[in-house]
Nanobody
Framework: QVQLVESGGGLVQAGGSLRLSCAAS????????MAWFRQAPGKEREFVAT???????RYVDSVKGRFTISRDNYKNTVYLQMNSLKPEDTAVYYC?????????????????WGQGTQVTVSA
């Protein structure tokens, strides 16, 4: 049974940091691209970052220099270190997995999704 379980969300003041984790099971984690998306109230789900084995990463422009995606293929876990948080980063953050190489920001076609974790950044 495939599972993606996010954790690490919470309430933080602007300028603070949070580290999200996504523990995966039920598929060959090292062969999958892992991504973080977010969805703010009243907005569409938005790509945040992606990581592939071998060190390939990509970020949406709005988080470059502030967020870092990483993965541990031994622990089957992907992380999102979020620094210098802003109120506009407030959203539910989801991790997702795809077995097909891609280089776009669409959320279409990801095989597996987590349930999400809430991140709230106060001004």
């Amino acid at each position: 049974q495939v599972q993606l379980v996010e954790s690490g969300g919470g309430l933080v003041q602007a300028g603070g940091s949070l580290r999200l984790s996504c523990a995966a099971s039920g598929f060959t984690f090292s062969s999958y691209g892992m991504a973080w998306f977010r969805q703010a109230p009243g907005k569409e789900r938005e790509f945040v970052a992606t990581s592939w084995s071998g060190g390939r990463t990509r970020y949406v422009d709005s988080v470059k220099g502030r967020f870092t995606i990483s993965r541990d293929n031994y622990k089957n876990t992907v992380y999102l270190q979020m620094n210098s948080l802003k109120p506009e980063d407030t959203a539910v953050y989801y991790c997702a997995a795809t077995g097909v190489w891609r280089n776009d920001n669409s959320d279409y076609g990801y095989a597996y999704w987590g349930q999400g974790t809430q991140v709230t950044v106060s001004a």
